[in-house]
């Protein structure tokens, strides 16, 4: 059994689902098998996994996320989504805080279907140069900004959305 920190008081433990569809943003075209993940639910080293935390798109671009209620029981819940030529994307929810002592559930105010947009990745490329303008071997450029810095803030239910770089490296 999965274990997770005690339940708020009153939290729904039926099983949860969600719709999440993966599109092309420019296009609006489907994207099959992309992988839906739940970050909050991903196996750790030291313990088994008793659920499932990785979904994959089917034709359609659609996958049907199942889990347990108590995934959603607590005042977060995140989303992230993954399709080659694409740079990741998540969303995440955050329900406000009831109290001090108990942290309010996210479930409530989750969509029972959600749609993933992803714009296509560019490849940038150059040669680093020394001070005499001779290639420089070995060197590993960063993008500045790479990671979950790009929020965009949604509607009252505390939702945020945000893409992330990928590297080779």
Request: charged share 20%; no cysteine.
């Amino acid at each position: 059994q999965a274990q997770f920190p005690e339940l708020p008081k009153g939290a729904d433990t039926n099983e949860f689902r969600m719709r999440v569809k993966v599109v092309d943003a420019v296009s609006g075209r489907p994207l099959p098998n992309s992988a839906v993940q739940i970050p909050n639910l991903m196996p750790m080293p030291e313990r088994p996994v008793f659920h499932e935390w990785q979904f994959f798109t089917d034709d359609q671009g659609v996958t049907t996320l199942r889990m347990m209620g108590a995934a959603v029981a607590f005042n977060y819940f995140a989303l992230s989504v993954s399709n080659a030529g694409y740079p990741s994307r998540s969303v995440a929810w955050q329900a406000p805080q009831v109290s001090q002592a108990q942290p309010g559930s996210i479930r409530g105010a989750l969509p029972a279907e959600y749609t993933f947009r992803l714009e296509r990745g560019v490849t940038i490329g150059g040669v680093v140069k020394d001070e005499r303008g001779q290639p420089v071997a070995g060197i590993t450029v960063v993008p500045w900004g790479t990671g979950a810095g790009a929020f965009n803030y949604g509607n009252d239910r505390r939702e945020r959305e945000y893409s992330a770089l990928n590297r080779d490296d």
